[in-house]
């Protein structure tokens, strides 16, 4: 089965104004259940882009950063779940005068409190890819490995005929629009995914 993939943004030199597509490497690992089968030979690889919104009717005190982004939809919204909970926990016990509760600890909790988390899938920004892996065999770790450079082109056809407006990338003590990409490898009818952050400018 193919076990994993992680997926680096490569730097890149812009020496001109135009926009240049951003370039990744992709590493793949694929594991022989029955050390018989081989990885596969052809992968379908397609980029999504997911936008990431952000708002509260309270400040945010806090700055979302790349290790935010990649989390899961379900890990964030249980975070802000419990923060919640604590708000309304601490909120209580200030009213009945058993805490006296900081500024700076009620303000923060208030405003994590009733964050509001919401990804939109936006499809086709990107070209889809069938690639022919050169895999390696690391008779070590018994793990067949294989290294993709993979330049994400945009989908110039799909966008005109759709086109999509994408607003750039914020952050304010009330809401934030991020966004990250989404690479979906797929084997047949399975799929692996993982996550890259994007700036949109």
């Not at 009213?95 to 964050?115: C, D, S, W």
């Not at 952050?171 to 490898?185: G, S």
Request: hydrophobic share 40%; proline share 6%.
């Amino acid at each position: 089965k193919l076990q994993s993939f992680l997926p680096r943004l490569l730097q890149q030199t812009i020496t001109a104004s135009e926009i240049v597509p951003p370039t990744i490497q992709l590493c793949l690992e694929f594991i022989s259940s029955d050390f018989a089968s081989k990885p596969p030979s052809v992968l379908k690889i397609e980029p999504n882009v997911i936008a990431v919104d952000l708002e509260s009717h309270y400040s945010l005190p806090v700055t979302f950063d790349n290790d935010f982004v990649l989390q899961e939809r379900k890990a964030v919204t249980s975070t802000i779940t419990k923060f919640a909970l604590y708000y309304n926990k601490l909120n209580y016990m200030a009213k009945e005068g058993k805490f006296v509760v900081p500024k700076t600890v009620y303000h923060a909790l208030r405003g994590l409190g009733h964050a509001k988390y919401n990804e939109t899938y936006i499809p086709h920004v990107f070209k889809n890819y069938l690639m022919t892996p050169e895999w390696e065999y690391d008779s070590v770790s018994h793990k067949y490995r294989a290294f993709i450079s993979l330049t994400l082109d945009y989908n110039s056809k799909a966008l005109q005929s759709q086109p999509k407006a994408l607003v750039p990338s914020f952050q304010t003590c009330l809401m934030a629009r991020l966004y990250k990409v989404r690479m979906d490898v797929k084997i047949k009818k399975k799929m692996l995914s993982s996550y890259l952050p994007a700036v949109v400018v």
